[in-house]
Nanobody, 120 residues
Framework: VQLQASGGGWVQSGGSLRLSCAAS????????MGWYRQAPGKQRELVAT???????KYADSVKGRFTISRDNAKKTVYLQMNSLKPDDTAVYYC?????WGSGIPLSGYWGQGTQVTVSS
């Protein structure tokens, strides 16, 4: 499985960005995809995940501001990020794992990461 993420960049506080992640390869029908992020000096943390049944999990810090969605036909997951804050600055990683669930382990599949920078 390969994951290609895009859409990161620089934005001012209060702005919006949309991340996309396209999966290719041996994708199984039951899976979970989503986004984690890692800021300098911090551990990687879950941002949002969505499984193939449409069940969604968000980090408390992004609820009401970020929206995750997926297009199963395109094998693509999206993250719409609104009302961005400087604390959202991080490298965002797209992940994929087989089976049901709301988390993606480090042993899952990961994209290359895309930088999101929010200036105050």
């Amino acid at each position: 499985v390969q994951l290609q993420a895009s859409g990161g960049g620089w934005v001012q506080s209060g702005g919006s960005l949309r991340l996309s992640c396209a999966a290719s390869g041996s994708i199984v029908s039951v899976n979970v995809m989503g986004w984690y992020r890692q800021a300098p000096g911090k551990q990687r943390e879950l941002v949002a995940t969505i499984d193939s049944g449409g069940r969604i999990k968000y980090a408390d810090s992004v609820k009401g501001r970020f929206t995750i969605s997926r297009d199963n036909a395109k094998k693509t997951v999206y993250l719409q990020m609104n009302s961005l804050k400087p604390d959202d600055t991080a490298v965002y990683y797209c992940g994929y794992n087989t089976g049901w669930g709301s988390g993606i382990p480090l042993s899952g599949y990961w994209g290359q990461g895309t930088q999101v920078t929010v200036s105050s």
